[in-house]
Every structure is written in C-alpha cells, then in structure tokens.
C-alpha cells in the first residue's frame, strides 16, 4: 500500500459556527503551533506554569536520543492537580462524576468527595503495604470506585496497571506476572449486557501460584460477603481509614502507570508513562481539543482499561476541573436509546466516542435519535480508528445537529495524549483527523525516512520528543528502543496516512501485523497464539479482514492436529479456547480450516499472501515464499 496514492479524497471543508470560534480556548491555530515549533520548550514550558507544582522543573526538556525527560527536576503529584487543586480552586461541591451502571443506577460524586474516597483508598493501600514505585493491578469495571483506586495509587506513587475488565484469565495474568503487583484491586462482577461477568473468579483463578501478588482487594458491589486466601473488601477496609492522606511527592519523571497495548509479537508490551509530562499533555490537549468551559458536561464513552479512559476520563479531564459522565455497559443495551437518553437527562456538551459506535448506530437509521433532545450538545469526538466519511457525516448532522464541530483525535497508547486532530475553532474535513497539535511534528515518509509527496500513502511519523510520550515499555527496553530506531530520526507510528496540500493528515490505519477491531487494539500473534492453545490445533495464521461496523473481523487459518477433522464442534472449542485465554474481543469471527500456510524459506508466516488471497487483491512479491 506504501507509495499508492489516496483515490478517496474529500474536498469539501467544515467550518466551526461562529460563536464557537469567538469563545474557544484556543482560537488562532496557525499561529500557536508556529510558535510551539519555533519554541517547543518555551510553549511547554508555559502550559506546565497553569499546574501546581512543589518544585519547578530546573529544566523542560532533557532529549538524548531516543530517551526524553520533561520538567527535568519538577515536584509534583498528579492527584493534587487533579483533586486538592480543584477544591482550592473552589471546586469542592462541583460534580467529578456521574455515574450509571448497567441496571441505570446513578451515583454521583463531588470533587471534595471523590478526594477522600481516594484519601481512604490511599491510606487503605499504604496499610497494606504499597509503597511508592510497587505496582498495584486494577481489573475493575467503569466505575467511580475503578477511577478512585487509579487516583489512589498516584497518590502515594504507586504505579497502576489497569487491565480491562473484559479480558480473561490468560491475559490478566501475563499482566499481573508482567508487572509483579503487588497487590490486585477488583470487583465481584460486571455487567455487559445484562450478563453477570464474574471477574472475581477470574482474578483468583489468574493470581494462582502467583507469591508476590500479596492481596486482593475486592469491591463487593452487592455486598455478598468475600471470603478466601487473600481477598479482602474495599469497603471495610476504607471504613477505617482517615480521609486524610498526603500527597507522596513525585519527581516529573518517577513512573505512573503501565498500561499494556497489543504488538506485533504474541506478548502485548507494558507501556510506562510518566507523572509530569503526561500530566502536562493530557491537561492541555483535554482544555483545548474539548474546549472545555466551566459548566460542560463532558461524557466519554471509553472503559478506564484502555488509554482513553487513562487520559480522557480520569487525569486530563479532572485536571481541568469539569464535570464527567461515566457509564459501564454496552451502548444499545437495553436499547439503542441509552446514551441519547443520558445526553438529554443530563445535557451532555461533550461527546467523546469511537468510529465503531457511530457505525452501529447508523445502521438504525436516524430517526430514532429524533426522539431525544440533543441540543446541548456543542462538541463530538471520535478516537480509535479511522472515520469513513460517510460515518462523519452521520455524525455531524444527525448527533450534531449541523451546528457541532467534530474533533478527530488520532492518538496512540503509547503518545499518552492527542497528536493528530482539528481543534474546535479551525475548519473540518471528514475522514481526515487534520493537524498536528501544539509542539508535534508529524511527517508521512517512506521507509527510508524520505517524505513522500502530498495524496501519498507512507508511513505516519512524529520527528521530536513531547512530554507525554511513553518513555519505556516495562522490562524491555530494547522494544522502546525499536520505536525510534525503525526509521531513523524518528518516532514511528506503526501507522500509514497521507496528507493533502493543504497539511491535514489523513490517517489509513496499521501498517504492522496489528489488528484495529471495534477500536481495540489486538496483536495477530496474540491471537494466534491463543488459538494454538487449543489441544487439537498444530498451527494458525491470524489476519484482519474489512468489516463495515467494527473496522476489522478477524479471520483465522487453522491447521489442525494429525487425525483431527474439521468441525463446527472444533471450530466453536477454538472459539471458547480464545475466550478464556484472551477474552471475547479477540475471538476470531471467521475460522478456516487448512492444510498448510504460507510461509517464508524461514518459516515465518506471510500473513500478507493470506490477506491478499482473502481480498482478492494481488499478492505482491512472493519471491521469499517458501512454496
Ligand atoms: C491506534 C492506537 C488512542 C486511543 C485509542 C486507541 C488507531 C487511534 C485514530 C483516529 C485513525 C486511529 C491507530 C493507532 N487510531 N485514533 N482518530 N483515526 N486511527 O489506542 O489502542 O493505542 O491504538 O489506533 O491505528 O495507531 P491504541
């Protein structure tokens, strides 16, 4: 695909209404980001001055090659920016969160409040043992009590690793291995659909044998009563704790959390970011690609698993002080009305969502969306995958009433914040995420590092450090390294785009064995490798084919055992087997039975030749091709 150019072209422009534009955080794009390149350290330098910070940083930025430090020297904590400061701020009895489950019971939370909840929580962990630097796992539903835990660890400098609940056992554990926690924070359940998922039997039958995991702590939601080796419940033990709790203070570059993303190997890599550069970017991007004001209800329709809960729900959301929506639970479930009813009850300003769910709802038409009140709405979001133009526009006039900007966030776990998006005040082009933000450089190059020509396919770039990229993968260094060493002199992206004469990125999706469905990152060999779990399974090739409404689907060959006959019986054992190995978003829709793969004189698999063939495209150079 490198190289080709872009046959879908979108010509026409959307512009923001005015009153948007007069009244936006940010209002002349073209000249801050000339600034913010021309001066990268003075810009950044001045966003961090609008946080609190117990010492400021002697210096912005520390670039030695691949390895940045930001706020070199910095004291902060990222819990006290988001809470203390907040109430200081005057901000104590302001709504931190709304809250609905499943069954649409509603929680909600003040700023003052949620401090103390976090302040027991703290204390809590520090009874237990946690001390600054131990890795402490969450494997809990979107929730108030999953946001607290996070902002508890921060607090006293424990790093969190946040593993989204809809996993299984197979991939907890290699997490919870991975980062040798500690301590494990969990629920009794969640629910998805009306279902109960047990996670708590997940999580006990993923710590067996693991010593180091010293406790589990359980948030039992219906109060049945946890009893067995290690389990102990939240809430009697925040019971006893003092809702006071010192923030511990944090150097700008000391860890905050590991989250595990999907690569291009069967082990997903532990992305490690740090407390003040992520504090920084997440702050500002969240104030200036949300535009957020005082009085916006923001609802952001992401899990606390995934980054953009990390970032957009918890630390750059609460930095800014605004109220939040946060729900648990399937967006059509128990009917496709739920979130349009939430927008209405509750006059939602905000919308942060993915591609995915714009194309579920699509395919009930729109008339069922003019049975709610939407006219609160100011600005949309989108984030996760590419947005086909015909989505955009759906979006745009049907959620967004014509009179909506939309934001095109294109990120990455690993970029920590925003990259590539038009803010609210500058003109929008559908199926294009737009420019670059504030201090980013982004090129599309070949795969010699060379920029290609505007309306030309190559691979996505970003040419110099900002604050919060990631700054390891948790013990494998070597695999940061790979990042910034692929292409030389710069960060590479793992993705294809192209950009127009006018510089707005448009981004095409992986160029790497990565798979996007529904917007969840999924690793082929990860897959794979659970599928060959499977007793009566000898080989599998996984790829992704095009699916009109999660993106991709994945497909897997199978090559089965000697004396073992294709069957749906087999075929659904598979199923079940990566169910329980990696958890439902990763079970293959298609499975084909084969006798032999595609392979190299080395024996690797050309998962390429596989895609190819699926499509009906041209297989390319197949001159490395075994047979
Ligand atoms: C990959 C990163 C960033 C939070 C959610 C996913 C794809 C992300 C967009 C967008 C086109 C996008 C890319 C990227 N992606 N946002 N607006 N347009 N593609 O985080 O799991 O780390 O996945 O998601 O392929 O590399 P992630």
Same mark, same amino acid.
């Given at each position: 695909m490198e190289g080709d150019r872009v046959? #879908?072209? $979108? /010509?026409e422009k959307y512009f923001p209404p005015k009153e948007l534009v007069e009244g936006a955080n940010v209002k002349d794009y073209e000249k801050l980001y000339a600034e913010s390149i021309r001066d990268r350290e003075g810009f950044w330098d001045k966003v961090a001055k609008e946080l609190h910070w117990f010492k400021e940083w002697d210096k912005v930025l520390e670039w030695n090659y691949p390895h940045a430090k930001w706020f070199v020297g910095g004291k902060t904590n990222i819990t006290y920016n988001c809470l203390d400061r907040q109430i200081e701020l005057g901000r104590k009895n302001k709504i931190a969160y709304i809250y609905l489950d499943e069954r649409d019971r509603e929680r909600k939370i003040t700023y003052g409040e949620l401090l103390e909840l976090v302040c027991k929580i703290a204390n809590a962990l520090k009874e237990l043992g $946690?001390? /600054? !630097?131990d890795r402490v796992s969450i494997y809990m539903p979107n929730s108030i009590e999953a946001v607290a835990c996070m902002l508890a660890c921060a607090r006293i400098g424990a790093i969190h690793s946040v593993v989204f609940a809809g996993f299984s056992e197979g991939a907890l554990r290699m997490r919870i291995e991975d980062a040798k926690a500690k301590v494990l924070i969990t629920a009794t359940y969640t629910l998805r659909r009306g279902k109960k998922i047990d996670l708590l039997s997940v999580a006990k039958k993923a710590t067996q044998g693991l010593d180091f995991v010293e406790r589990i702590v359980v948030w039992d939601r219906d109060r049945e009563g946890v009893k067995g080796e290690k389990l102990i419940d939240l809430y009697s033990l925040i019971e006893r704790q003092k809702p006071h709790c010192e923030v511990e203070v944090m150097d700008s570059e000391d860890p905050l959390f590991i989250l595990y993303t999907s690569g291009t190997t069967g082990k997903p890599k532990g992305v490690l970011h740090t407390v003040g550069g992520y504090m920084v970017n997440t702050y500002y991007t969240s104030k200036v690609v949300f535009d957020l004001k005082e009085n916006d209800l923001y609802f952001c329709t992401a899990d606390i698993g995934w980054i953009t809960g990390h970032s957009y729900i918890v630390y750059g959301i609460l930095a800014n002080g605004t109220s939040s929506l946060i729900v648990e639970g399937a967006p059509n479930y128990p009917d496709v009305g739920r979130w349009w009813r939430y927008i209405q009850r509750y006059r939602v300003s905000i919308l942060y969502t993915a591609p995915t769910a714009i194309r579920m709802f699509m395919r009930h038409g729109s008339e069922f969306l003019k049975e709610y009140d939407l006219s609160s709405l100011r600005i949309l979001g989108t984030v996760g995958e590419p947005i086909n133009p015909e989505a955009w526009l759906w979006y745009y006039k049907y959620v967004g009433g014509q009179r909506c900007v939309i934001v095109d966030t294109w990120w990455q776990t690993e970029t920590g914040s925003h990259m590539i998006t038009t803010i609210p005040s500058y003109p929008m082009k559908p199926g294009k995420a737009g420019k670059p933000f504030f201090g980013i450089e982004a090129k599309v190059v070949d795969k010699d590092g060379k920029e290609v020509p505007p309306n030309t396919v190559g691979f996505l770039v970003i040419k110099s450090p900002w604050p919060s990229m990631l700054r390891t993968c948790w013990g494998e260094p070597q695999r940061y390294e790979k990042y910034w060493n692929t292409i030389k002199g710069y960060y590479f992206t793992g993705d294809l785009a192209s950009y127009d004469e006018e510089g707005y990125f448009m981004i095409l999706g992986r160029s790497d064995d990565v798979l996007n469905v529904a917007g969840h990152r999924i690793g082929t060999m990860e897959v794979e490798s659970a599928v060959v779990e499977n007793e009566r399974v000898a080989e599998c090739a996984v790829i992704g084919k095009p699916d009109p409404v999660k993106g991709q689907r994945i497909k897997a060959f199978v090559i089965l055992k000697e004396g073992v006959k294709p069957s749906k019986e087999v075929e659904e054992s598979i199923k079940q087997t990566v169910r329980e190995v #990696? !958890?439902?978003?990763? $079970?293959?829709d298609e499975i084909e039975f084969v006798e032999k793969l595609p392979k190299t004189r080395s024996g690797k698999i050309m998962r390429r030749i596989l895609r190819a063939k699926e499509l009906g495209l041209e297989l390319g150079d197949t001159s490395t091709l075994e047979d």
């Open positions: 046959l #879908l072209e $979108v /010509k $946690v001390k /600054k !630097g #990696l !958890g439902p978003i990763a $079970v293959p």
